[in-house]
């Protein structure tokens, strides 16, 4: 497995990749490695012959300072395990690879509407920090595939919508969520939490599933489902930034649940700020 630094690197290892008609796959992630990302990898294998890995925390994309800093980071360890599932080449630039500092304002992408509601309202400028790294990704990689865990659901959806609108020749390829046995959602943010509150974590997904059986069992109300899934999840401590019943692809809120819904909620649990989603 290579590890590279530098954007020229990278596009030089590529062609030899290249030349041997190898079909390539980008698994972008910000670090911190856990099986969630490992399960991309694995994807990614299926797929296609060269793995290239992205490790790059984007500053663009957090639109709180504190949470930047705090954003677990652990290179050595994502690199053995990067290696030990199988990935060709790591990509791992400095920030000033990636952003040289320019003079004047520099280009960036705007995410679509998919963009508007759920984390893109509560984050402003997320999406577009997501939408211009993973363009700058897919310029540098140009691969034939690229991997995203359906964990960030909505982000997924953007980067469909972006791969849609700028004609990218890339498939996106989805990975289901990976959990723990306890039902929570794997997230490097996870690592922020205390004991207790790992332990009380498990209750975001156990909502879910709850609100899945719900619909399973007649229920089609999606105003039913929220102030259910919300009241769970107040009463068990969290602090709600978002419970939100969507149309799965375009993301806009839906009132009847027919032919398909996305369930998506975005919690604090003291100053970590986890999400999670199910399919309705
Ligand atoms: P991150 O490093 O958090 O930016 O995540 C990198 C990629 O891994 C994204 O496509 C995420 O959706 C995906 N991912 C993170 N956690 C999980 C998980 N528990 N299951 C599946 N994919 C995940």
Request: glycine fraction near 6%; proline fraction near 4%; hydrophobic fraction near 40%.
């Amino acid at each position: 497995m290579q590890i590279i630094k530098t954007i020229s690197d990278l596009r030089q290892a590529l062609k030899a990749h290249r030349q041997n008609s190898e079909r390539i796959a980008l698994v972008p992630t910000m670090g911190a490695l856990h099986e969630g990302h490992l399960s991309l990898v694995r994807l990614a294998k299926k797929h296609a012959d060269c793995v290239v890995m992205s490790v790059f925390v984007n500053p663009t994309q957090f639109n709180d300072k504190k949470d930047l800093a705090t954003y677990p980071r652990d290179l050595e360890a994502d690199i053995k395990n990067a290696e030990a599932v199988g990935v060709d080449l790591v990509f791992a630039p400095e920030v000033n690879e990636m952003y040289p500092q320019q003079s004047g304002i520099s280009t960036s992408v705007q995410a679509g509407d998919c963009a508007e509601g759920l984390c893109g309202s509560k984050r402003p400028g997320h999406f577009n920090g997501v939408v211009t790294v993973v363009s700058m990704l897919f310029n540098i990689v140009n691969p034939d595939y690229a991997v995203f865990g359906e964990k960030d659901y909505q982000q997924l959806m953007v980067i469909r919508q972006m791969v849609d609108t700028m004609h990218y020749p890339i498939e996106i390829i989805a990975a289901p969520i990976i959990r723990e046995e306890s039902g929570l959602a794997l997230s490097s943010r996870n690592q922020l939490l205390s004991t207790e509150d790992k332990k009380r974590a498990c209750i975001i997904s156990k909502t879910l599933f709850a609100a899945q059986s719900a619909v399973k069992n007649g229920e089609s109300s999606a105003a039913a489902i929220k102030s259910q899934v919300e009241s769970k999840l107040k009463d068990a401590g969290f602090i709600i930034d978002y419970v939100e019943v969507m149309h799965p692809t375009k993301l806009h809120s839906i009132e009847k649940i027919e032919g398909g819904a996305q369930l998506l909620v975005a919690v604090f649990l003291g100053e970590v700020r986890l999400i999670d989603n199910v399919r309705l």
